[in-house]
């Protein structure tokens, strides 16, 4: 029996290569039952008419499904679902089963009352995606990456794409930390000294666990970034927010029983204030004063394409008192999920048996492509064409803004990849961005980013890391359109 043509569809919302999604396509229909063993599928030169695809596409995916025995071919009779072919499962579908549990009362602890996600996950799709912290695949260097990723499947990788490294990280990718990224910022330390970790959000994270108790209270920026404040309040430790101003966290306003102090000096989140050198030295003698710990974020250092970013606060510090969280997450792109802690030995000791604890190590292929990207140049050469564009698209939105009447809240000394913004007294930005959604503008709201039940609602992000620069004018002006209308 032949499968009829009309059987086959390609989802719209499914990803990679054609090749790829029509091989899906078909082992999905074999797992599920509905093309079952030893039925003809179409030739491939009417499943490719069908599909509006070339017709050799059809048959590298029709052979690479026969080299995994899903189809099998006879001659010129064409192919089949091979006889050999998974079976799909024979037991009939659970029945509904009504939940009896509990769960308000069997749940000892509560994650999921978190900030909400700012960005849908089709980004890409909308046209003006005015939002921070994606990845342009205009700008990314697609080639060398790829090529770094197979050298590190290689042979002469193996162990290190194999290891359990337990506790421990790989030895080139910390070399190269401790060498090269931390001395730019004026960062000496040893390889005991860093830790490798799941992006910035994983090295927060463990740091707080660490250094936090229910007894114990930590001061952070207002408005600062929402995930760090879902992480302390797991942490069920004591909250101060502290008021940012044109130079970020004001040291004088730190409560007295602070013990532990977490800021973005180089650029603060979502503000893009830069904290200058006075200010710097004033937040270390604070610290010394309160006999507190300071957690540095620094984030998105690479990313200062007008001017020179101030020294790291760790690299000022005398006395230990600095951890030091960067990532390259931010700078490469936001799936890589990998970061990195700089601090005492003590701290690191005690974050790296904690890490090993509850995911051991970051995939080791993942931390030695990463490491021959750096190594090889590829990833300042990358450092050089991205801030380069960043400063031609701040250029068009700074002049579209102007043009359009809005008002930049935020201040920008050194640059990064976002404004930020406040729309008039009475303009929800919450509702802002589900009109601009349905005009194919994507905006952040900045609600989120303040703490409390009275969040303020006229404040928000404009990103332009992966907006082209020829659709930021029209991008901006239908902001500003949308603005008006309910102003």
């Not at 995911?359 to 750096?374: D, E, K, Y």
Request: aromatic share 8%; proline share 6%; net charge neutral.
């Amino acid at each position: 029996m032949a499968i009829p043509v009309e059987s086959f569809f390609l989802d719209p919302n499914s990803e990679g290569t054609l090749q790829t999604r029509i091989q899906q396509m078909i082992a999905q229909g074999i797992l599920s039952g509905r093309f079952q063993r030893g039925e003809k599928l179409p030739s491939t030169r009417k499943l490719a008419a069908h599909l509006g695809v070339s017709r050799i596409t059809v048959t590298l995916a029709y052979t690479e499904l026969q080299s995994n025995d899903y189809l099998s071919s006879r001659g010129r009779s064409g192919f089949f679902v091979s006889e050999n072919a998974p079976e799909p499962p024979s037991f009939a579908p659970q029945q509904h089963i009504e939940d009896s549990v509990d769960w308000s009362r069997a749940l000892g602890q509560r994650f999921a009352n978190q900030a909400e996600a700012l960005k849908p996950l089709d980004w890409d799709r909308y046209k003006y995606p005015l939002i921070y912290g994606q990845t342009d695949p205009s700008l990314f260097d697609h080639a060398n990456w790829r090529l770094c990723a197979l050298r590190a499947l290689g042979a002469r990788d193996f162990n290190a794409l194999t290891s359990d490294y337990y506790d421990q990280d790989d030895p080139q990718l910390v070399s190269f930390i401790a060498r090269h990224t931390l001395p730019r910022r004026g960062i000496q330390a040893r390889p005991e000294e860093i830790l490798v970790t799941l992006g910035a959000q994983n090295a927060l994270w463990l740091t707080a666990q660490v250094l936090l108790t229910q007894r114990r209270k930590a001061a952070i920026e207002e408005p600062c970034y929402p995930s760090l404040r879902d992480v302390l309040t797991q942490a069920r430790c004591h909250l101060a927010s502290v008021p940012v101003d044109d130079e970020g966290l004001d040291p004088a306003a730190l409560p007295e029983d602070t013990d532990v102090i977490f800021a973005t000096p180089s650029h603060h989140s979502p503000t893009s204030a830069t904290m200058q050198l006075d200010r710097r030295h004033a937040l270390l003698r604070r610290a010394r004063e309160l006999d507190a710990l300071i957690v540095e974020d620094d984030y998105e250092f690479e990313m200062s394409h007008i001017a020179r970013p101030q020294p790291a606060l760790k690299s000022l510090d005398r006395e230990g008192r600095v951890i030091y969280v960067g990532s390259f997450s931010k700078s490469l792109f936001p799936g890589l999920r990998l970061g990195y802690l700089v601090g005492s030995e003590p701290f690191i000791r005690e974050a790296r048996a904690l890490r090993a604890s509850v995911l051991r190590h970051p995939p080791g292929h993942v931390q030695r492509t990463v490491a021959h990207f750096l190594s090889l140049g590829h990833y300042d050469a990358l450092m050089r064409r991205t801030a380069a564009a960043l400063h031609r698209r701040r250029q068009e939105m700074e002049s579209a803004v102007a043009r359009c009447g809005l008002q930049v809240a935020g201040q920008i000394h050194s640059g990064g990849s976002a404004f930020w913004m406040r729309a008039p007294d009475g303009v929800d930005t919450r509702i802002l961005a589900e009109r601009l959604r349905e005009q194919s503008v994507l905006i952040e709201p900045g609600h989120s980013f303040f703490a409390g039940p009275d969040q303020p609602v006229e404040y928000y992000r404009l990103g332009y890391s992966s907006i082209p620069s020829s659709r930021v004018v029209e991008g901006i002006a239908r902001v500003a359109r949308a603005i008006r209308e309910m102003a």
